[in-house]
Nanobody, 116 residues
Framework: QVQLVESGGGLVQPGGSLRLSCAASGFTFSSYAMSWYRQAPEKERELVATITSTGGSTNYADSVKGRFTISRDNAKNTVYLQMNSLKPKDTAVYYC?????????WGQGTQVTVSS
């Protein structure tokens, strides 16, 4: 079955960096686009970034452009989110997502807290 396991979250000061990882299994990872979403307290889940199956194209929410970078390693079945210049408004639970055969799958999420 499809499994997505996020890691790398934590507490970081404003201006700091974190790198999130999402290890995927149960499907042919290299055939699917992957995305990162986030959900802040009392807010709706929002799309942060998407990367195509080959990694040749990426898209970002306006709020993270120039600060976050999505990448993938198809040999390791892993997608990453490098987050730089973090701001308190980036505080959220970050989720990995894949849509496969018309169905969406989510990881369990990893908490990112940006605070001094």
């Amino acid at each position: 079955q499809v499994q997505l396991v996020e890691s790398g979250g934590g507490l970081v000061q404003p201006g700091g960096s974190l790198r999130l990882s999402c290890a995927a299994s149960g499907f042919t990872f290299s055939s699917y686009a992957m995305s990162w979403y986030r959900q802040a307290p009392e807010k709706e889940r929002e799309l942060v970034a998407t990367i195509t199956s080959t990694g040749g194209s990426t898209n970002y929410a306006d709020s993270v452009k120039g600060r976050f970078t999505i990448s993938r390693d198809n040999a390791k079945n892993t997608v990453y989110l490098q987050m730089n210049s973090l701001k308190p408004k980036d505080t959220a639970v970050y989720y990995c997502y894949v849509k496969r055969n018309g169905r969406g799958y989510w990881g369990q999420g990893t908490q990112v807290t940006v605070s001094s």
